[in-house]
């Protein structure tokens, strides 16, 4: 059965600090490993990676793919108190099925 | 475009009724999926569908649930009859073959 874990389940840092929220996943058909932030509404697109290696948008966020020991990393550099969210991290089937984790719970702090 | 949008926001009804909730895609997506958000069990997939048809429906939880997708706009989600524990957030999301998915603002359910 095709299963995402994330961890930790909750952190809590201060402005400023660097998190680092993880994602290890089994799968069948590995298709794409995406990442969403959720705040209040509904979770909102961060990154999508389809092979090993690192994807950066512009400012603060970065993400790894391992797709040999199946893990992906979300690092976020320079925490502000509106990166208070839950991180949920999601595999892509080759059914373009997608199956998500229980997300991390981040709260910065001033 | 406007997003995925689904209807009603809220919905409150009394156990035992019969309760529909809806979704439009953003056009030109071929995948739709439903997903159930709790604390405990946090997001859940129910069911999805490929071009209109329904691919896994493994996640839907019993009977009670069924959902359709008539045509390429337009989606339902059916719960008859209804219970105190099928109260949560439920989510509408569609994609593009191999893209990622864009999610509706939801639908916050609560059987009293």
């Known amino acids: 059965e095709d299963k995402v874990v994330q961890s930790p389940l909750s952190l809590v840092v201060h402005e400023g600090d660097t998190v680092t929220l993880n994602c290890s996943y089994e799968?069948?058909?590995?298709?794409?490993l995406l990442w969403y932030k959720q705040e209040k509404k509904a979770p909102t697109f961060l990154f999508m990676l389809?092979?090993?290696?690192i994807e950066k948008k512009p400012g603060r966020l970065s993400s790894i793919l391992d797709k040999k020991e199946l893990f992906s990393i979300l690092n976020i550099t320079a925490t502000q108190t509106g990166d208070s969210a839950v991180y949920l991290c999601a595999h892509g089937g080759a059914t373009n099925k997608l199956i998500f984790g229980t997300g991390t719970l981040l709260a910065v702090q001033p | 475009d406007a997003g995925v949008i689904q209807s009603p926001r809220h919905e409150v009804t009394e156990m035992g009724q019969e309760v529909t909730l809806r979704c439009k895609p953003i056009s030109g997506h071929n995948s739709l999926f439903w997903y159930r958000q709790t604390m405990m069990r946090g997001l859940e997939l129910l069911i999805y569908?490929?071009?209109?048809?329904?691919?896994?429906d493994s996640g839907m939880p019993e009977d009670r649930f069924s959902a359709k997708m008539p045509n390429a706009s337009f989606s339902t989600l059916k719960i008859q009859p209804s219970e105190p524990r099928d109260s949560a957030v439920y989510f509408c999301a569609s994609s593009l073959k191999d893209g990622e998915a864009f999610f509706g603002q939801g639908t916050r359910l609560t059987v009293v």
């Open positions: 389809t092979s090993s290696g």
């Open positions: 799968v069948t058909n590995f298709r794409s």
């Open positions: 569908f490929n071009n209109n048809v329904p691919i896994d």
